[in-house]
């Protein structure tokens, strides 16, 4: 297992060079797991992607490094703290790099006798490649299928000259991943909704949400999906709920600030009683906080976003493979119970690209949408018909013979306006009644570690593959630690928290956020404590290692 770092500033064409390197390693026969860490800017400041790979699934990142590719000395200086003794600094010979562990290759004379310097990275992506042992027998289609042709020899030259530079130093085991997917989580959303029957998708560009938005754009046509950018974040929400009411499986997208602007429309979602999925890609706030970071902040507000009560359901997206089938089953959620749902997603699993096992459509869960009611003289439609289970008939406008009235008022039956108390009694309770039956749905949080454990890890959204890695660790030594990994949030699913707060000795809530966000909702929903808490709020994302640390010395916050 191989952990390196490729540093430089915006524009040094890093981010490029990982979507390279990255596709190469998978073809290879390697697992890997990349993070990026970007600033706000087109140019300058410092940008570097962190793959980690080798021959065992990987779900997080670790800090400790085997190995770094810099552009300048500034991504030397930022990161030589965290390369192992034995590690490696890949470098072209003209920085003033002074250390015993690198190793500078004229990659910038390389890269001008070729005729571009440009081509500098893949002069070193093929030294990288020799480092590992890599061959190099599918970088040539690689780089075809994702270069422009008039890139493409010159590419293949400069990966072709960087191999020839050195000798290989590390022997990576590879294996048969080829059949495997390699995904971003936003990518993984994306295709969970087309595989759900997403027909509309509505968003103003918001990082980190924006390459939600580009693919859904990207494959619009052949996956038959209306894709509007709105003029903002008001707008796009109203649209997906009309497209809503119009019979189409609707979505939208934004983060925390977008959100903030969706909220009174949320409310409409809600006693409209429209299905809607809303997906909320978290970074740090409030205002414009930090654009291109990573955070778990919002948890609270999105449970009780928009005046008055109605339900919903917040869903946090643990890994990719959650991204995909959550997201199609909070597409059948909504609609079920005519309810909107909240995905939470944040910077670092939307960005971070993984290789997992091919996900089968097959499995997600679906709705069958019942009949459309038939009016008669003698049984008019209601369209908030009260019923036992709260869940009214739904017609759709202009596909069947009822007159389908809404309203954002409080109404009737018939969807008529009211301010009668007892109208709104009936109404708010019917609204309510559809939370047992959500409850039925709820999924128990994942238990990962000792079943007989006596510390409990508690945590919510990306956190859970550094969680499931340090859990493991920590039980190397003794079998004294278990995970609670939730992603159903609200309602919250209690059954397996209660079960195991009655047999350990301490509970560690572990969140990437400043005030324990779901340790409150534990407490506030059970009565249940959390002893200690290891708390990340800087917009970079817990490590394993992190939280082997604040295990370690449960000070809270970094």
Known sequence: MYNILLGGAAGDGIETMAGLLEKMLKQSGCHLFTIRDFMSRVRGGHNFTQIRFGDQPLHAHRDTLDGIFTVDEKSYQEHQPRLSYD?????????AIDDFRAIKLPFKKIATDLGNP??????????????????????????????????????????NKGYD??????????????????????????????????RFYSA???????????????????????????????????????????????????????????????GFSGIAEIPLVAVDVQRPGPATGFPTRTEQSDLKFVISASQGEFPRMVIALRDHTDCFYQTARSLALAKKYQIPVILLSDQ????????????NASEIVRYDEPEAPVPTPDHPYKR???????????????????????????????????????????????????????????IEPEFWGAQQCQSLLVGF??????????????????????????????????????????????????????????????????????EHSILKYDGRQLSVDDILTGIKNFKGGF
């Not at 590690?87 to 920085?95: N, R």
């Not at 422009?148 to 400069?158: C, F, G, Q, T």
């Not at 609670?484 to 350990?504: A, N, S, Y």
């Open 204 to 266: 103003y560009p918001m990082s980190p949400s924006t390459s939600l938005l580009d693919f859904f754009n990207a494959h619009s046509s052949t996956m038959a999906i209306a894709v509007e950018q709105a003029e903002d974040e008001i707008a796009a929400i109203n649209m997906a709920i009309g497209a809503s009411y119009a019979g189409a499986t609707a979505m939208t997208g934004t983060s925390g600030g977008g959100f903030s602007l969706m909220v009174e429309a949320l």
């Open 384 to 442: 908030y018909a009260l019923t036992e289970n709260g869940i009214s008939p739904l017609a759709i406008p202009g596909k069947s013979e009822a007159l389908v009235r809404v309203d954002s008022d409080e109404h009737d039956e018939s969807g008529q306006i009211t301010e009668s108390a007892t109208v709104r009694n009936q109404m708010v309770q019917k609204r309510m009644h559809k939370l047992e039956g959500l409850k039925k749905e709820l």
């Open 87 to 95: 590690g490696f600094i890949l470098c072209d010979k003209a920085l």
């Open 348 to 359: 670092y699993l939307a960005d971070s690209t993984t290789t997992i096992p091919i996900l």
């Open 165 to 198: 530079l050195l000798e290989s130093h590390y022997d990576l085991p590879l294996i048969e991943t080829s059949e495997d997917l390699m995904l971003s989580g936003n990518n993984a959303i994306g295709l969970g909704a087309v595989a759900a029957g997403l």
């Open 461 to 530: 959204g990306s956190t859970s593959g550094a969680i499931k890695e340090a859990v493991d660790i920590l039980n190397q030594e003794e079998k004294n630690y278990g995970a609670l990994l939730f992603g159903d949030i609200c309602p919250l699913p209690t059954e397996r928290l209660r079960h195991f707060c009655d047999q350990v000795m301490e509970i560690i809530n572990v969140e990437q956020n400043a005030t324990g966000q779901l340790a409150s909702l534990i407490r506030e929903e059970t009565l249940i404590s959390c």
């Open 118 to 159: 440009k081509v500098i990275n893949s002069v070193a992506t093929g030294a990288l490649l020799k480092l590992f042992n890599i061959p190099l027998d599918h970088a040539a289609a690689i780089i075809k299928s994702n270069l422009r042709a008039d890139l493409v020899e010159i590419n293949l030259s400069a990966i």
